[in-house]
């Protein structure tokens, strides 16, 4: 399998590519990854340096990439954080360039903006323009809870609500939709939830929540369930070996005490996960 990811980069700790490029590499992806953006570290830290990348470099990236031939060998692409408002443009065409390369190819869009503790924290334009113009032509979306609120208009909370938000989103465009970070107010305390769905239903699966900051897991989320969900076409299945992953690192993260995730230590866990917790279909 061969996936376009077009994300942020830090040298300093894990975010963007730089923390959903390992491990999809460990579960056998091939990746070829472009930068928005090429930062000293992520912007949790509140100062960093490096450039936002101009969105002609980037396509003039992702062009040099076209003329090796590769576009029709690629299975899917993956967007993320895009940095300036021009990358939206970027990633459409390249999608559009991939699928007529490949028309079997997949376009996954991790709508990156906010969640519900800190607001939104990308460019003002960035998500009027990943609600209007990016996320009808994805195929896969994965936002969290927030980012599913603003895409539709709505405040999903509950499990029905988070569903009918899911179903205007994919009324949009895209056929499948991966929930995370979904709290409903009547889940079990000291636990959360992601939620996927698609044509065939709907699943969701619970694990403990664990009381930390953890920037760039949404990146390792929505690399994993789009590599799982690429290769089976299988939701429940995805989302089952997504939330063990994931789990596993943030895991093994908070009981170091890092403020980094521990990407490569956690390694086993993307190669073998548990699978130690139950998906429910909800649809």
């Known amino acids: 399998m061969k996936i376009l990811s077009i994300q942020s980069a830090v040298a300093y700790g894990h975010a963007g590519n730089s923390a959903a490029v390992f491990p999809m590499q460990r579960i056998g992806v091939e990746v070829l990854p472009v930068y928005t953006v090429n930062f000293s ?40 954080y895009q940095g300036s408002e021009g990358i939206a443009d970027v990633i459409i065409d390249a999608v559009a360039r991939v699928k007529a390369a490949n028309p079997a190819a997949v376009y996954s869009c991790d709508p990156v903006m906010g969640n519900s503790k800190s607001g939104c924290f990308v460019a003002p334009a960035i998500p009027d323009l990943l609600r209007d113009k990016v996320v009808p032509v994805a195929d896969i979306i994965t936002p969290n809870q927030f980012e599913l609120g603003f895409l539709t208009g709505t405040e999903p909370d509950t499990i029905e609500s988070t569903l009918d938000s899911a179903d205007l989103a994919r009324a949009m465009g895209p056929r499948t939709v991966l929930v995370t970070s979904v709290e409903r107010p009547d889940r079990e305390d000291g ?37 799982h969900y690429v290769r089976t076409r299988d939701a429940a299945d995805a989302l089952a070996r997504t939330a063990s992953s994931v789990f596993g690192l943030l895991e093994q993260t908070f009981a170091a005490g890092s403020k980094e995730l521990l990407l490569v230590e956690a390694q086993e866990h993307y190669a073998n996960p548990r699978r130690e917790f139950e998906v429910r279909r909800v649809r």
């Open 41 to 80: 570290n992520h912007t949790g830290y509140g100062a960093w340096r490096g450039p936002v990348m101009d969105p002609k470099d980037v396509a003039d990236v992702i062009t040099g990439v076209e003329e090796r031939g590769a576009f029709g060998e690629l299975d899917a692409v993956l967007s993320g």
């Open 191 to 227: 636990t959360i939830e992601m939620m996927a769905i698609d044509d065939e239903g709907a699943w969701i699966v619970q694990t403990p929540y664990l009381p930390m900051k953890a920037n760039g897991s949404g990146d390792v989320t929505a690399a994993l369930f789009t590599s």
